[in-house]
C-alpha cells in the first residue's frame, strides 16, 4: 500500500467520523428508552417530560408516549417523568450498561396528584434483556462489593465458558506461557489467553507484546464489569476470543469518601495460618473547588502479599522433610520469596463546559514488584539460592482524554485521544537489573558467599567444608550449577491512540453507528538469554529499542531498531428496532501494518540472490506486506412470547498476532542460524488470526422471579501462531507461521433468581469442547526441537484449556433494616449479608507419557507418549469461597466489617500433575529401576532431595484462608 492509497484510505476514515454516525469507543455508554402511558385510560402521553435526576440528559415523548435518551454514562440513576397534570413519577435504581438499552415505562396518573407527592418506584434489573444479540454477563460495583473476591479479573473467571489457567512452569510443558503476579490465565470459550480484550473506561489495557493485561482497578473504583463471549459488535477490532470492559466510577455532585482494610494477618491470633496478604484503598468524589460543573474522583490502593500463591501443602511438605529448619522459615506455611509488592491508582475529570459539550480526563496506572517461587530453587544443601528466583517489575498508565458534544436529542459525537504504556523487567532476585553484577571472575571464591557461585565454578570440598583436610583424598572439587536467575529481560511497549465517533438516532427504528481508530505503537524488548555473558554478546541477546547492553535509544541500525506498527479499523453499524425484534447489522475494516522488514527468502536468509553471501545485510531483507481485512458482523434479538427471547448472532474477527512473535533482532537471529543453536524466530509476516463464530441463545423467564437462559455456539480458527521448522542454507531454522487451526463448539447454561425472601441465586453450568492443531504459539516446541521432519500436528486434539465441565453457583442471602430474626428487642442479624461461591470443574487434560525425570536440573528427557495428546485429565476441582458482612449507621457515616474465606472447606485442589503418574506430588521416576540406582548409589541423598523436589507445591492451590476487612463510606 503506497503513501497515496494510505492517504486516501485515511481521509475516507476522517469523514466517516464526522459524516455517517458511529460509535467507536469500547461500550462506555448505553441508551434509555420506554413509553409513557395514562394510567386511567392507558392511552400514550405524549409530550411528556422524562430527565434524569442530577444530570440535565433528557428527552419529551412523542406523539406515541415513546422516548428514548442516547448517550447516558454507565452507571445507576433516578429517571423522573413528569407532565402538568399529572402527579411525577421516579423510577430510581435504573441501571445503565454499556452497549444496550434500559428500558422503563411510566404509568402518570391524574388522580395521584390530588396526594400532592411524587410517586417513587424502585426498579430491579430486567431477568430478560430484550435487546441482548450476545452472551454478555454484567456486575455492578456494588455486587463486586459483596462477593468473596478480589479485582475485576476475579469476576471474569466466575461467567460461562472461562477457564482459568493456574501455570506450574516448574513442570516440563509444551508451550512457552507468560506469568502472571497473582491472576491465573484467562481463557475464554477455547480461545487463547492473547484472545481476550481488556478495556478500562473504553480504552485498551493490553500489551501488544504479549496480548496479556498486567492493568489493576482497584475494587472501589469499579462502577461495573462486563464479559462479552459471544459476538462482538463492529466497534470492537483486534479480539477474537472476548473483552472485558471495566467502567469506573465518575465524580459526584456532592462530596464522598470510602476507605476500605483488608487483611489475612488477623486470622493469626486464634490459631489459623496467615499469608500475609492484605489490601489498603480509599477514594474520594465531588465537585472541583471553584469550579462550576465540573467533577472529579480518585481512587488508590496498595497492596502487599507475603505469598501472592499459597498452597495447601506447603506447610506439612516444609514440615516434613525439615526445610522449615534449613531455611529457619518462622511461617512455613507460605512459599518463601514469592511476595509482592504493588499498588494502582484511577482518577477522572468531568467537565461540563456547556450545556451540550462535555469533557473528560482519565487516567489509570499500576505497578507490581513481584518475585516468583520456583521449587527447583529450594535445595536444603545451598539455601542461599532461593534468593535467586526471578524478580519482576510491572507498571502500566493510561491517559485519555475524550469529549462529547450533543448536536440535538438524536446527535451526538466523540473525539479522543489517548496513551497508554506497559512495562516489564524480569531478572536475578538479587540482581534484577544491575547486569554488569550477573558477571563474576573464574577464581577461587573462598571468601564469597558460596552460594553465589556462577555456573560453572570449581572449588575444593575443603572450601566449604574446614572440617576436611586440605589435600586429602577427599578434598574433591565441587562444581555448582544454576546458583542464579541467568537471564535478563526487559520490555517496554506504548501506544498513541485517536478515536472519534458521532451517534444518530434516524426514526422510531435505526441507530446508525460508524467509526474509525487509529493506533500507533511504539515497542521495545531486550532479552539476554545468558547474563552471565559466557558466550558472544550477538549470540544471546535479543534486542530491538535497546543497544546490545539493555539501554533504552532510537539510534539503532534497521536489525535492532525501535518498531512502530499501525493498526488503523473504521466500521459502519446499523441497530434496527421494530416493536420487539431488534437486528444489529455491522461491517468492520482493519490495516495492520507492522512496519518492519522480512527475510526476502527464507530457503537462503544470508543469499537470497545466490552470490555466495554468508552474512545478513540490508539487501536481505524487504518491507513486509501489510494486512487488510473486512469483518462482518450479524446479531437478532425478538420474541417468541411475553417471557422468551430468542437470539443469533454471526461474525468474522480478525486478531494481530502476538508481535513478540513478529520481531527480533537480525543481528540475534543471524548469530544463531550461523551457530546452529535452537531457537523458534519471530517472523514480521504472520498475517492477523481469523476466528468465525455462530451462536444461538434462548432466554425464558418462569414466573416473576426466576429466569433460565442456554447459549450454544460454534467456532472456527485458523492461521493462529505456530513453530514451523525451515530448511534453509547454511543451516536450517525454526519460525512462526500460521498453520494452527482448531474448532471449538459448548453450550452455557445459566438460571437467575431475583431476591426472593433474601436469597438471590445465580446458578451456571458450561460444557465445551475445545480442539486444536497447538494450544500456543509454542506447542510445537518439543517437535521443532527434536523431531522437525514431519512431526508437526496434522489434526486437532484437545487444547490444554479444554475443560469440559464448569458449574458455578452463587448465593447471596441479605437482610434489609428492620429484617432478620429478634433476640430480645434487637434485630441481630439486621444488614447482614452472606454471599457464596461455589465452583465445581473438571480437571484439564493432559498428554500421558511413560514415566520420565521430570525433576532433577538439565535432565536429559526423552518424554515418550502413552496415549494420544491431551487424552488424559487432572482431577475435579471444588471450592467454596464466602463472604459474611453486615453493616453499621452512624449518622451519615456507613461502616461494613466482613469476614471473607477462601477455600472454606479447606480442600485439596490439583492443578498439576506430572504426565507419567497423573498425580500431583510424584513423577513415578524414583520408584523405576533407574532412579533406585541412583538412591542406592548416593546413599539415600538422591531419593531425599528428589522426593521434596517432585512434592511441588504449585501443583495445589491454595488452603482455607481468612480475611477480615472493613469498609467505611462517608
Known amino acids: 500500500m503506497n503513501r497515496k492509497i494510505f492517504a486516501s484510505v485515511f481521509l475516507i476514515v476522517l469523514a466517516l467520523a464526522f459524516v455517517l454516525p458511529q460509535y467507536i469507543f469500547a461500550g462506555t455508554v448505553g441508551k434509555i428508552s420506554g413509553k ?17 435526576v442530577g444530570t440535565k440528559m433528557g428527552a419529551l415523548t412523542n406523539e406515541e408516549g415513546e422516548y428514548y435518551i442516547l448517550n447516558v454514562p454507565a452507571g445507576n440513576y433516578t429517571i423522573q417523568a413528569q407532565l402538568i397534570g399529572f402527579a411525577p413519577v421516579q423510577v430510581t435504581n435504573t441501571q445503565v450498561t454499556p452497549d444496550l438499552t434500559t428500558y422503563t415505562d411510566f404509568s402518570l396518573s391524574k388522580k395521584a396528584l390530588e396526594l400532592g407527592k411524587t410517586i417513587v418506584v424502585r426498579a430491579e434489573r430486567p431477568l430478560v434483556i430484550k435487546d441482548k444479540t450476545t452472551s454478555v454477563a454484567i456486575t455492578s460495583g456494588a455486587e463486586l462489593q459483596q462477593m468473596p473476591v478480589r479485582g475485576y479479573d476475579q469476576v471474569v473467571g466466575l461467567q460461562n465458558s472461562v477457564v482459568r489457567m493456574n501455570s506450574n512452569v516448574d513442570i516440563r510443558q509444551r508451550g512457552a506461557r507468560e506469568s502472571l503476579a497473582s491472576a491465573p490465565e484467562i481463557n475464554l470459550r477455547g480461545g487463547r489467553p492473547s484472545e481476550v480484550a481488556y478495556y478500562v473506561d473504553g480504552f485498551s489495557q493490553q500489551d501488544p507484546l504479549t496480548g496479556i493485561s498486567t492493568a489493576s482497578i482497584a475494587n472501589n473504583a469499579v462502577e461495573e464489569v462486563s464479559v462479552t463471549s459471544g459476538a462482538f459488535d463492529a466497534e470492537y477490532g483486534n479480539v477474537a476470543s472476548g473483552i472485558v470492559n471495566v467502567i469506573t466510577n465518575s465524580g459526584t455532585d456532592k462530596y464522598h469518601a470510602k476507605a476500605e482494610l483488608a487483611s489475612d494477618n488477623i486470622a493469626n491470633p486464634f490459631g489459623y495460618d496467615s499469608f500475609d496478604q492484605n489490601w489498603y484503598s480509599a477514594d474520594v468524589s465531588g465537585p472541583i473547588p ?83 517461587y520456583r521449587h527447583y530453587y529450594m535445595n536444603p544443601r545451598f539455601t542461599d539460592e532461593i534468593k535467586h528466583l526471578p524478580r519482576y517489575d510491572d507498571k502500566n498508565l493510561g491517559l485519555n482524554a475524550k469529549i462529547t458534544h450533543t448536536l440535538s436529542p438524536q446527535t451526538f459525537y466523540n473525539l479522543s485521544a489517548s496513551y497508554f504504556m506497559t512495562e516489564r523487567t524480569r531478572g536475578d532476585g538479587v540482581w534484577f537489573d544491575n547486569t554488569a553484577r550477573y558477571k563474576r571472575a573464574l577464581t577461587n571464591p573462598r571468601y564469597d558467599t558460596y552460594n553465589l557461585f556462577r555456573q560453572g565454578d570449581s572449588v575444593f570440598a575443603s572450601d566449604l567444608n574446614p572440617s576436611i583436610p586440605k589435600g586429602s583424598e577427599a578434598d574433591t572439587f565441587v562444581t555448582f550449577y544454576e546458583s542464579y536467575w541467568n537471564n535478563f529481560m526487559h520490555r517496554k511497549s506504548s501506544y498513541i491512540g485517536f478515536k472519534g465517533d458521532i451517534t444518530s438516532q434516524i426514526g422510531r427504528s435505526h441507530t446508525v453507528k460508524a467509526g474509525f481508530e487509529y493506533q500507533r505503537h511504539t515497542l521495545r524488548y531486550y532479552e539476554n538469554f545468558d547474563a552471565t555473558l559466557q558466550q558472544l554478546l550477538y549470540t544471546n541477546v535479543n534486542n530491538y529499542g535497546f543497544d546490545s547492553l539493555g ?48 527475510l526476502r527468502d527464507v530457503n537462503r536468509p544470508f543469499d537470497p540472490d545466490n552470490t555466495g553471501s554468508s552474512t545478513l545485510d540490508r539487501s536481505d531483507l524487504t518491507s ?56 523458534p524466530f519471530p517472523s514480521p509476516d504472520l498475517g492477523p488470526e481469523k476466528t468465525t463464530q455462530y451462536e444461538f441463545g434462548l432466554t425464558h423467564q418462569l414466573g416473576d422471579m426466576v429466569a433460565m437462559g442456554v447459549a450454544a455456539y460454534y467456532k472456527d480458527v485458523e492461521d493462529l501462531t505456530q513453530i514451523f521448522h525451515q530448511n534453509a542454507i547454511p543451516r536450517a531454522f525454526d519460525y512462526y507461521a500460521n498453520t494452527d487451526y482448531g474448532t471449538i463448539k459448548g453450550v452455557d447454561f445459566n438460571l437467575t433468581m431475583k431476591r426472593t425472601h433474601n436469597i438471590a441465586l445465580d446458578l451456571k453450568y458450561s460444557l465445551s469442547y475445545a480442539n486444536g492443531t497447538g494450544s500456543y504459539s509454542q506447542s510445537a516446541f518439543n517437535i521443532a526441537w527434536k523431531n522437525p521432519q514431519g512431526g508437526f500436528a496434522k489434526q486437532t486434539a ?51 507419557m511413560q514415566i520420565y525425570d521430570g525433576v532433577s536440573p538439565n535432565a536429559a528427557v526423552q518424554q515418550i507418549p502413552t496415549g494420544p495428546i491431551n487424552s488424559a485429565n487432572m482431577p475435579w476441582t471444588f471450592n467454596i469461597d464466602i463472604k459474611l ?50 538412591d542406592i548409589a548416593s546413599g539415600g541423598e538422591f531419593g531425599y532431595r528428589y522426593r521434596f523436589e517432585e512434592n511441588d507445591p504449585k501443583n495445589y492451590l491454595n488452603p482455607r484462608m481468612i480475611i477480615c476487612g472493613l469498609r467505611m463510606a462517608f
Open 624 to 679: 513486509t506486506r501489510k494486512f487488510y481485512r473486512a469483518s462482518p458482523r450479524l446479531g437478532i434479538s425478538f420474541p417468541v412470547s411475553d417471557k422468551t427471547q430468542f437470539y443469533f448472532n454471526y461474525g468474522q474477527y480478525y486478531q494481530r498476532p502476538d508481535l513478540t512473535n513478529l520481531y527480533a533482532s537480525y543481528n540475534f537471529l543471524a548469530a544463531r542460524i550461523t551457530a546452529g543453536s535452537y531457537y
Open 36 to 52: 409513557v402511558i395514562n394510567e386511567e385510560t392507558k392511552e400514550p402521553l405524549p409530550g411528556v417530560a422524562v430527565s434524569l
Open 290 to 372: 471553584g469550579m462550576k460543573k465540573a467533577y472529579f474522583f480518585l481512587s488508590g490502593e496498595r497492596r502487599w502479599f507475603g505469598d501472592r500463591t499459597p498452597s495447601k501443602i506447603t506447610k506439612d511438605l516444609y514440615q516434613e522433610f525439615g526445610v522449615d529448619k534449613f531455611y529457619n522459615l518462622k511461617e512455613p506455611q507460605r512459599l518463601p520469596n514469592n511476595t509482592l509488592d504493588g499498588y494502582s491508582f484511577q482518577g477522572k475529570l468531568d467537565f461540563d463546559l456547556t450545556q451540550n459539550i462535555k469533557l473528560a480526563l482519565m487516567g489509570n496506572g499500576s505497578r507490581d514488584r513481584w518475585q516468583e
Open 551 to 598: 539501554n533504552e535509544t532510537d539510534a539503532l541500525d534497521f536489525k535492532s531498531s525501535t518498531k512502530h506498527p499501525i493498526n488503523l479499523g473504521l466500521y459502519v453499524q446499523d441497530r434496527f428496532e421494530w416493536s420487539s425484534f431488534i437486528l444489529k447489522a455491522g461491517l468492520r475494516f482493519d490495516l495492520f501494518d507492522y512496519k518492519a522488514l522480512r
Open 798 to 848: 484437545p487444547l490444554d484449556y479444554d475443560q469440559r465441565h464448569s458449574i458455578i453457583g452463587i448465593i447471596d442471602i441479605r437482610t434489609g433494616k428492620g429484617e432478620g430474626p429478634l433476640l430480645g428487642n434487637i434485630r441481630i442479624l439486621e444488614n447482614t449479608g452472606l454471599n457464596a461461591v461455589i465452583q465445581a470443574a473438571s480437571g484439564l487434560p493432559y498428554t500421558p
Open 885 to 934: 458482612e453486615r453493616t453499621f449507621y452512624y449518622k451519615n457515616y456507613r461502616f461494613v466489617p466482613y469476614i471473607w474465606v477462601r477455600n472454606l472447606l479447606n480442600r485439596e485442589n490439583v492443578v498439576g500433575v506430572y504426565e507419567g503418574t497423573g498425580k500431583a506430588n510424584t513423577s513415578g521416576y524414583l520408584e523405576s529401576a533407574e532412579g533406585q540406582t541412583r
